[in-house]
């Protein structure tokens, strides 16, 4: 039982403290920043901006209007892939038919669409996108220069979530928070380092020689996709300034059926690429170990750690410790899951706001 306690204890540590701290160290003292460059006003690659969209009329225009305007001096085209829309997306996107390709297929399912929006494709350069977000004026110029680098196969953008300003209307707002700022904290120095693992789905792009076709079950096309480059040898590149806005989960119910399909998803890749797992294979071998499977072995790690410490708790303080910390957390957690079933369907986090009666000035 203790060396299950220790080991699990190692898992668990390694992956949210030392690994960071590794990466931290080695990104610092051998970065190798992507050499980024603007190109002459007329040397711009063309581009190829694929929007994968399922019933989402509503939203189109102003995505598309965002899409438009923004900066960005080469060729670029517009393609929208209707997966089995049922809501008018045609009628939606019919003021934008000279900007816009509409690509209809029936519904089956993101990738895809993603792979019949790629063979539709003529840029150079594939940017992906969904019909949610927004873009920030100057994130395809930033995106691009990436791609003056020969050595650089993609470039994923960074997603801001409301909650990161604190203006989200979500009860666990400030968890998501922390948690995506850590989490693209460590995408920062993985690209520095060589390759970020995966990109954020919302705003990447790949070299278009470098895509291959996706399967019809994929779950995680963002992660899928970039790693075969990476496997091929390309780096993918973490750009800050390509900027794409998002809003968060409104509660953990939402939150939690997303962390399972990413989890499904970093299992599912391991069947598709076993070659990840592989050291002379996978050039960020360590990185991926470290981050995405070392991610898949946390819980039972946890697992593994609550057994052994409740087991080893009468036989010495720090195993009691260890049990009592856990407890306390678990209890926590199970609390803070009841307060937010609580807050659900109203507009404070933890249960329905109060009554409030405003004088003359303030209504």
């Given at each position: 039982?203790?060396i299950?306690?220790w080991?699990?204890a190692?898992?668990i540590?390694?992956v949210?403290?030392?690994?960071?701290?590794?990466?931290a160290?080695?990104?610092?003292?051998?970065?190798r920043?992507?050499?980024?460059a603007?190109?002459?006003?007329?040397?711009?690659?063309?581009?190829?901006?694929?929007?994968?969209?399922?019933?989402?009329?509503?939203?189109?225009?102003?995505?598309?209007e965002?899409?438009?305007?923004?900066?960005?001096?080469?060729?670029?085209?517009i393609?929208?892939?209707?997966?089995?829309?049922?809501?008018?997306?045609?009628?939606?996107?019919a003021p934008?038919?000279?900007?816009?390709?509409?690509i209809?297929?029936?519904?089956?399912?993101?990738?895809?669409?993603?792979?019949?929006?790629?063979?539709?494709?003529?840029?150079?350069?594939?940017?992906?996108?969904?019909?949610?977000?927004?873009?920030?004026?100057?994130?395809?110029?930033?995106?691009?220069?990436?791609?003056?680098?020969?050595?650089?196969?993609?470039?994923?953008?960074?997603?801001?979530?409301?909650?990161?300003?604190?203006?989200?209307?979500?009860?666990?707002?400030?968890?998501?928070?922390?948690y995506?700022?850590?989490?693209?904290?460590?995408?920062?120095k993985?690209?520095?380092?060589?390759?970020?693992?995966?990109?954020?789905?919302?705003i990447?792009?790949?070299r278009?020689?470098?895509?291959?076709?996706?399967?019809?079950?994929?779950?995680?096309?963002?992660?899928?996709?970039?790693?075969?480059?990476?496997?091929?040898g390309?780096?993918?590149?973490?750009?800050?300034e390509?900027?794409?806005?998002?809003?968060?989960?409104?509660?953990?119910?939402?939150e939690?059926?997303?962390?399972?399909?990413?989890?499904?998803?970093?299992?599912?890749i391991?069947?598709?690429?076993?070659?990840?797992?592989?050291?002379?294979v996978?050039p960020?071998?360590?990185?991926?170990?470290?981050?995405?499977?070392?991610?898949?072995?946390?819980p039972?790690?946890?697992?593994?750690c609550?057994?052994?410490?409740?087991?080893?708790a009468?036989t010495?303080?720090?195993?009691?410790?260890?049990?009592?910390?856990?407890?306390?957390?678990?209890?926590?957690?199970v609390?803070?899951?009841?307060?937010?079933?609580?807050?659900?369907?109203t507009?404070?986090?933890?249960?329905?706001?109060?009554?409030?009666?405003?004088?003359?000035e303030?209504?």
């Amino acid at each position: 039982m203790e060396i299950l306690f220790w080991s699990s204890a190692f898992v668990i540590a390694y992956v949210y403290v030392g690994y960071p701290v590794l990466i931290a160290a080695w990104a610092r003292l051998r970065p190798r920043p992507a050499r980024k460059a603007a190109f002459t006003e007329d040397a711009w690659p063309a581009i190829s901006i694929i929007v994968a969209a399922r019933n989402e009329s509503a939203r189109l225009p102003a995505r598309i209007e965002n899409l438009i305007a923004l900066d960005y001096d080469g060729p670029r085209e517009i393609i929208v892939v209707s997966d089995g829309s049922t809501d008018g997306t045609r009628a939606a996107l019919a003021p934008y038919a000279s900007r816009v390709r509409l690509i209809e297929v029936p519904a089956g399912g993101k990738p895809q669409a993603l792979n019949a929006g790629v063979a539709a494709a003529t840029g150079d350069l594939l940017i992906f996108a969904d019909a949610r977000q927004r873009f920030v004026m100057g994130a395809l110029r930033a995106l691009v220069a990436n791609f003056a680098d020969a050595e650089v196969g993609g470039a994923t953008g960074e997603l801001v979530l409301d909650c990161e300003s604190g203006a989200a209307a979500s009860t666990i707002g400030d968890g998501v928070g922390a948690y995506w700022k850590y989490e693209k904290w460590l995408r920062r120095k993985e690209g520095l380092v060589r390759s970020t693992l995966g990109a954020t789905g919302a705003i990447y792009a790949l070299r278009r020689e470098l895509w291959q076709p996706l399967p019809a079950d994929t779950l995680l096309d963002d992660v899928l996709g970039p790693m075969r480059a990476v496997l091929a040898g390309w780096r993918i590149v973490f750009e800050e300034e390509a900027i794409a806005f998002d809003r968060t989960a409104p509660d953990a119910a939402v939150e939690a059926r997303r962390k399972r399909r990413t989890l499904a998803g970093n299992y599912q890749i391991l069947a598709q690429e076993p070659r990840l797992l592989v050291p002379f294979v996978n050039p960020v071998w360590l990185q991926y170990v470290s981050h995405k499977v070392g991610r898949l072995l946390v819980p039972w790690a946890l697992l593994a750690c609550l057994v052994s410490s409740t087991a080893l708790a009468s036989t010495g303080w720090i195993y009691a410790m260890a049990f009592a910390a856990q407890v306390v957390f678990y209890g926590l957690a199970v609390v803070g899951a009841w307060l937010d079933t609580q807050g659900r369907g109203t507009d404070a986090p933890f249960g329905p706001k109060l009554p409030i009666t405003l004088g003359k000035e303030a209504r």
